[in-house]
C-alpha cells in the first residue's frame, strides 16, 4: 500500500535560516504532489504543487523540489520567520485527476527568533 | 477559491450517540470530500461524496457508520454514528475545484470528543 513519510520529529529552526522539510514516499509513482500548511485548529492550506516532469517549483519564500527516481519531494523554506511555525503536510494525488489526497505523517515546524 | 464553514465546531458526545457534521460551501462544487484526523496523525480520507449518487468510500469506513448526505452542489453532511470514544477526531471537509486548479480547500474542521 501507499507509504508517505516526513521528518517525524518537530524541526526547530531559528529565524532567517532556511528549513528544508522531506517527504518520501513508497509503492506509487504520482503524477502530482502537493504542500500544504495546517495551522492548530484549522483546516490545511494549499500552498504549492508540483507535477512529476517538473524538477523545481517556487513561489516567494518557498521552493519544492521532486525527485520521481528517489521517490521524494523537499519543501525549502527560505529566510524563515516565526510566522512560518506551523505543520507542513505533503499530499499525493493517486488517481491522476487531483480527486483523492493520500496526506503524510506531517512535519511540525517552529521557527524560533 | 472556496471558502467552507463546518458545524459545529466542536462537540462533546456520549457513546452510542450520533452526530451529524454539516459543511457549506460558497460556491457549487462536484465533489467534496470528508477527512479525519485523529489526535496526533495526519489526515484519513473517509469517503467522496458526489451530487445526485451514493457516496464513495474508502478502505475501512462504512456507510452505516458514516452515512454522507449531499443534496445539492454547495452542501453536504457526515454522520458519526453510534460513537465510540475512538472516534474522537477532527472531522474536514474539503472541496476541489476545476477553476482553481488540483488544489483542495478545506473547512476548519469539527472537533469532536466521545465520553
Known amino acids: 500500500s501507499q507509504k508517505i513519510e516526513q521528518n517525524s520529529e518537530a524541526l526547530n529552526i531559528q529565524e532567517g535560516k532556511t528549513a528544508t522539510l522531506t517527504c518520501n514516499y513508497t509503492?506509487?509513482?504520482?503524477?502530482?504532489l502537493q504542500w500544504y500548511r495546517q495551522d492548530p485548529g484549522r483546516g490545511p492550506v494549499f500552498l504549492l504543487l508540483?507535477?512529476?516532469?517538473?524538477k523545481e517549483k517556487r513561489k516567494e519564500r518557498l521552493k519544492v523540489t521532486f525527485d520521481t527516481t528517489l521517490k521524494q519531494s523537499l519543501f525549502h523554506i527560505t529566510a524563515s520567520q516565526p510566522a512560518d511555525s506551523a505543520t507542513y503536510l505533503c499530499?499525493?494525488?493517486?488517481?491522476?485527476?487531483?480527486?483523492?489526497?493520500?496526506f503524510g505523517t506531517g512535519t511540525q515546524l517552529k521557527v524560533e527568533l | 477559491s472556496a471558502v467552507i464553514s463546518q458545524k459545529p465546531s466542536r462537540d462533546i458526545c456520549q457513546r452510542g450517540t450520533s452526530l451529524t457534521i454539516q459543511c457549506q460551501v460558497d460556491s457549487q462544487v462536484t465533489m467534496m470530500f470528508w477527512y479525519r484526523q485523529q489526535p496526533g496523525q495526519s489526515l484519513t480520507l473517509i469517503a467522496t461524496?458526489?451530487?445526485?449518487?451514493?457516496?464513495?468510500?474508502e478502505s475501512g469506513f462504512v456507510i452505516d457508520k458514516f452515512p454522507i448526505s449531499r443534496p445539492n452542489l454547495t452542501f453536504s453532511t457526515l454522520t458519526v454514528s453510534n460513537m465510540s470514544p475512538e472516534d474522537s477526531s477532527i472531522y474536514l471537509c474539503s472541496v476541489g475545484m476545476a477553476t482553481a486548479g488540483l488544489e483542495q480547500f478545506f473547512g476548519p474542521g469539527t472537533r469532536l470528543t466521545v465520553l
Open positions: 461524496a458526489n451530487q445526485g449518487s451514493e457516496a464513495t468510500y
Open positions: 499530499a499525493l494525488d493517486m488517481t491522476g485527476g487531483g480527486n483523492k489526497l493520500t
Open positions: 509503492n506509487y509513482s504520482p503524477a502530482y
Open positions: 508540483i507535477r512529476e516532469n517538473e
